[in-house]
């Protein structure tokens, strides 16, 4: 079923990565564009790819992986608004945390908000596990019944 709403927000799905800044400022400028609302998304996952993720490595194992997560988008916005002074969308972009598998998740997300796109980076956290494994942005492009922009960091941003 598509929920789509051509009046709805631009989802941005980030997880950190040098290619979801970009992709954030990239839906920020969309945004502004068309006059349209942002929603931030980050699925909390902990993948087997990269356990402990969401753990500093002097805190406690204790700690709800949404708490770190939490503080971990604070720093991340922190960096892309600082990054993107020119955006003034991001400082009201609507901030979402959900657990998951993140392709589903994303999907469910901008189905249940009624979005009108969603932009994700090309490449997240997980490196060449996603080349082995077939990558986030891909699965949300395949199933998505609303447009998908993808999203990648220049090679000087991702340290390659």
């Known amino acids: ?4 709403d051509a009046s709805g927000p631009i989802l941005a799905a980030v997880d ?3 290619d979801s800044e970009r992709a954030l400022a990239w839906a920020a400028r969309q945004a502004e564009l ?3 609302e942002l929603v931030v998304l980050h699925v909390v996952h902990d993948p087997a790819a990269s356990p402990g993720f969401y753990r500093k490595p002097d805190e406690s194992w204790l700690r709800p992986m949404i708490d770190a997560a939490n503080d971990m988008m ?3 916005l922190a960096v892309v608004r600082s990054d993107h002074a020119e955006l003034p ?3 009201s972009a609507e901030i979402r945390f959900v657990a998951g598998l993140p392709a589903g998740r994303i999907i469910e997300i901008s189905e249940e ?3 009108r796109l969603i932009v994700v980076g090309s490449r997240g956290r997980t490196g060449l596990q996603a080349i ?5 942005a891909e699965r949300v492009a395949q199933i998505s019944t609303v447009p998908v922009v993808v999203v990648k960091a220049h090679q000087s941003d991702t340290g390659e």
């Open 113 to 115: 908000a009624g979005a």
């Open 1 to 4: 079923m598509n929920t789509h």
């Open 16 to 18: 950190f990565s040098a």
């Open 132 to 136: 082995l494994l077939g990558s986030v």
């Open 89 to 91: 969308g991001l400082a």
């Open 74 to 76: 604070e720093n991340f």
């Open 34 to 36: 068309e006059g349209a």
